[in-house]
């Protein structure tokens, strides 16, 4: 794994020239679909790479377009030994955790007013609120110079339209609220010349997307050897027909037929709909929150799967290659034991490197069921 550092220009966002890293005694390298990918590089002290990546570098290696940022630096120290340091960080994209939601409006004005998204998809919404906070709004304030948030979404599985108020917090917790509305993710591509690899030639883009759907190309088989071990779940436990959709204000039911002891409810959280509201809605607006209250009481009962495999370890000796046949957040076919199929997602990728070889494996999710996340 070549890992390199970017130089910094005239603006440390500015990505142009790179370095290569000095071999490290080991390295972990790991992207996500959702949640910040995260990096590990451990090597004796008298390496230098203290000084070499200081807090705040922006990284990558060669067999990627993911950026990620130096945040720390540990030192281990035993008697008679070299001193060991290890460097973590995260993607890019965590960055955002150092803007405030509102930041935008409480440097043009003293008074409060809600963070408001005007109806549209998840995914516009998302990228709108992020290049408010970082496209250089207010001159030299909050903005980031050569770094970009944008969609790539062309065949959503679910779409969500509906206004948001946005509650005050860091940037990138709200949006990743957002984000899993839909499943949808978010990674960094550093620019690049190439556009088959997303992003452009001039800044580092934050693209929100939900992968490719690859379940008919790309198939991890339990007969061909792809998978090393799996567990699975035969349950209606959690398959509901019924919906009480809740606000700060207003309630309301959805129910898809079953009745008595065949009906099974959940509870589906509705504040962001009413919760801008100073009082109980009437009128008009009352009639406008039962309806967006009732399409996502709809969409999430229709979103529901019935689970059969809830864990899978991709064998290393796999035919597919990560990058190559598939992608973060990709959709992919598991077939399993017992005659079980079911299409996955790929929310994370870890590649290791140290002194017993190079390994890299999948980490596979049941789309949108964060619960059934393997280890």
Known sequence: MNVFKFTPGASPTLLEQGQMIPKPDSIMWTERYRDPGEFEIVAPVSSGLKEFLPEGTIISHT?????????????????MEDPILTVTGRSFESFLENRIVGTDQARASSTIVPYELFGNSTWHQTVAMINSHIVDPFGDYDGLQYVVAEHSIVDPETTT???????????????????????????????????????????????????LNRSNEVVFSWRKGDIES??????????????????????????????????????????????????????????????????RGR?????????????TDVSNLSQYQYRKDYNIGDLVTVEGNFSQVQVMRVIEFVEIEDENGRSAHPTLSIPGDEEFESA
Do not use: C, W
């Open 230 to 295: 799996a567990e699975y779940l035969f349950s209606a436990k959690k398959l509901k027909n019924s919906a009480l959709i809740q606000g700060r204000y207003v309630q309301t039911f959805v129910d898809l037929g079953p009745t008595r002891y065949n009906r099974r409810t959940m509870i589906v959280d509705a504040d962001d709909i009413d919760g801008h509201f100073d009082a109980v809605p009437t009128g008009t607006a009352l009639a406008l929150a039962l309806v967006a209250m009732q399409t």
């Open 161 to 211: 339209t509906e206004a948001r108020t946005i509650d005050r917090g860091n940037l990138h917790q709200r949006s990743v609220d957002i984000l899993a509305v839909d499943d949808l993710g978010i990674k960094t591509i550093r620019r690049s010349p190439f556009p088959e690899y997303g992003g452009d030639d001039t800044n580092i883009t934050l693209q929100v997307h939900n992968g």
């Open 63 to 79: 067999d990627t377009m993911e950026v990620m940022i130096v945040e720390n630096h540990e030192i281990s120290e035993e008697p």
């Open 299 to 311: 969409q999430v009962l229709k979103s529901q799967k019935r689970v059969t495999i809830t864990r």
